[in-house]
């Protein structure tokens, strides 16, 4: 038997590679001389990095400065191919993270991009010709605007002074200088992972869905919704491209500045991922896919990746078992989406925290008792 264990990370626990482990532990009580192929997946946010580093690709670390100013340390990736150009891969959330932060009003507002930017431009020093974007996890609600910065372009108010960084102060840009910006934006493939289809601003834009999260409360978010629309107008005026589409609002609106000034391109985060990666050849090979993550509720329904690795599963009549956190969603969901036999960690820990702390254990037993009586 072939068992391909692919899951996302256990948010809080366990990475997606961890995760990985302890199921192939579980699977392997049960079923000792199958082949088991250990796949770390991610959809474009947080986890992305790790799958590509999991599949080959070649991480780098640089310092950037963080998304309130602080110097951290940013991981990174990159794969050279055979025709001489090199993929690169960059989560926002390494550079401008919200773990970076501590999520205030205030920080809200001062949050940038800025690192980000800096890892760009490290990747395209690296001789990157494809640059991939995950973008989750992001602490900033900027449109964008520091990472061009860190690229070499100036927003300027009405006296011509440069503005600050900061979602916060978008609504004093009148211009922008694009003299510095890197010219080389213009021919990097750039793939941005979006599992999202938020616009840039308005009642369902960057600021009001996902402002609070980052520490915005109503009076900021309404500032920070004000910058963007003003950072979209000046976007337009400059590149005559209108960024305020599906999916521009997500990582505070950081597509919406490449959407601008480069060739940019807003693709579905699993299956971007799994492309890079090489997951349709893991695949093709198994005959039992086990995944799951550290929540199955229903924003895994929207596309997720362990959902949108049983929806690839069950179109090839490969069965598909889900072992999670927990389980918010019916058995009838499930069923749907190719998944043969589901069960969740805290069924069998005496309590939420102790699950967490000794969640490798607890998943590597329930996935052998969930083979057993599948």
């Not at 790790?50 to 998304?67: I, K, M, Q, S, T």
């Not at 494809?130 to 927003?155: H, N």
């Not at 400059?238 to 597509?255: C, K, L, T």
């Not at 199955?296 to 598909?320: E, H, N």
Request: glycine share 14%; proline share 5%.
């Amino acid at each position: 038997m072939r068992i391909l264990i692919a899951p996302d990370k256990f948010k809080g626990s366990l990475t997606a590679a961890e995760a990985a482990a302890a199921m192939a532990e579980g699977a392997l009580r049960v079923y000792p001389e199958a082949d088991v192929v250990q796949f770390p997946v991610a959809d474009g946010g947080e986890g992305t990095l790790e799958a590509a580093v999991a599949a080959g690709y070649e991480e780098r670390l640089n310092a950037v400065v963080g998304p309130i100013l602080a110097p951290i340390g940013a991981a990174w990736a990159i794969r050279k191919d055979a025709f001489g150009g090199a993929t690169a891969v960059i989560e926002t959330a390494q550079a401008s993270g919200l773990a970076h932060m501590e999520p205030t009003p205030a920080n809200a507002l001062r949050a940038h991009s800025y690192g980000c930017g800096q890892l760009i431009a490290a990747a395209l020093d690296a001789g990157a010709t494809e640059i991939v974007l995950g973008v989750g996890g992001s602490a900033m609600t900027d449109g964008g605007s520091g990472a061009l910065r860190a690229l070499g372009l100036k927003p300027v108010d009405a006296a011509g002074n440069v503005v600050p960084l900061g979602g916060g102060s978008l609504g004093e840009v009148a211009a922008v200088d694009l003299s510095g910006l890197d010219p080389r934006l213009t021919a990097v493939n750039l793939r941005i992972a979006v599992d999202v289809q938020n616009p840039l601003y308005g009642p369902e834009g960057a600021a009001h869905v996902f402002g609070a999260q980052k520490g915005a409360d109503a009076d900021a978010a309404e500032r920070l919704d004000a910058g963007l629309r003003n950072w979209a107008s000046v976007l337009r005026e400059a590149s005559g491209r209108d960024v305020n589409v599906p999916g521009a609002g997500a990582a505070g609106g950081f597509p919406a500045s490449f959407l601008a000034f480069s060739n940019a391109s807003l693709e579905g985060g699993f299956e971007l991922v799994a492309g890079l990666t090489g997951l349709a050849d893991k695949l093709g090979k198994a005959d039992l896919v086990i995944t799951g993550e550290g929540s199955l509720d229903s924003q895994s329904l929207t596309g997720k990746a362990p959902i949108a690795l049983a929806d690839a599963a069950r179109a090839q009549g490969i069965p598909v078992i889900m072992v999670a956190g927990r389980i918010l969603v019916s058995p009838e969901d499930l069923e749907r989406h190719g998944v043969v036999a589901a069960a969740q960690l805290l069924d069998v820990a005496p309590s939420a925290a102790e699950s967490v702390a000794n969640a490798g254990k607890y998943l590597a037993w329930t996935t052998s008792q969930v083979l057993e009586g599948a």
